[in-house]
């Protein structure tokens, strides 16, 4: 293997508190990075760093780790400038606008996810990030949601089934919402599974109630993928404690919150993810990181 050592590095964040300067993010000054292949082989101090077959000079300039993304959905097609104008005048946000990217998402082309889905990526790898996520749920039948998870998968390991993004508007579904959450868990599962390493809802009013979430969780859980939650986003409600009654790697969004919502978070092993980007756009409450902090959640 190739060793190359990034080195003049004014501060590196290492992420280990056993290195550095003790803090929990492990920070050291004047650092030089050793990479063997496509592993770090050594991090320390710039003038303790061992020989290499190549080295980059970092120019004084910090390094970090690169960025995990754990929630987004990159696999759709149009936009949704109409209702984000309305937002921004003052309308409500309703989990309905969701219809509109479900439209044209299943008029597009493979070509055209696929392409989609790859200009996203590269523009988050340029701004740090190396970890993706991403889900399906703007696809919402068997061969929409399997396609959509399809290419993703081609382009990160770390895909979700987001079949229960919305119950579809097709009239077959408006009067019974029940046989929806029937194929979610269902013939969709069952499409989708391969192609997913996660499964998640949107567990809100207007979307999926607690019963049909812990219903679709499970579902996709005996089959092998791994629950998240979109939960308490737009309202007060049971997403948060079903995530982490379930296990859940994730409860995302964690808006409306009561104190045992805060309790299970501070106490289970899920994760409370929170997305201040959504209300920026949705001029909603932004969620109280410090709250959950100070109570000890991750
Ligand atoms: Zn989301």
Redesign the pocket.
Known sequence: MTTTALTNIASLVTNDPSLGDGTPIGLIQNAAVVIDGDRIAWVGESSKAPATDNALDAGGRAAVPGFVDS?S?LVFAGDRTQEFNARMSGRAYSAGGIRTTVAATRAATDAELGANVARYLAEALRQGTTTQETKSGYGLTVHDEARALRIAREQTEETTYLGAHIVPPDPAYATDPAAYVALVTGEMLDACAPHARWIDVFCEQGAFDGDQARAILTAGRAKGLHPRV?ANQLSYGPGVQLAVELDAASA?HCTHLTDADVDALAHGGTVATLLPGAEFSTRAAWPDARRLLDAGAT
């Open positions: 929630h959905h979109h995302d």
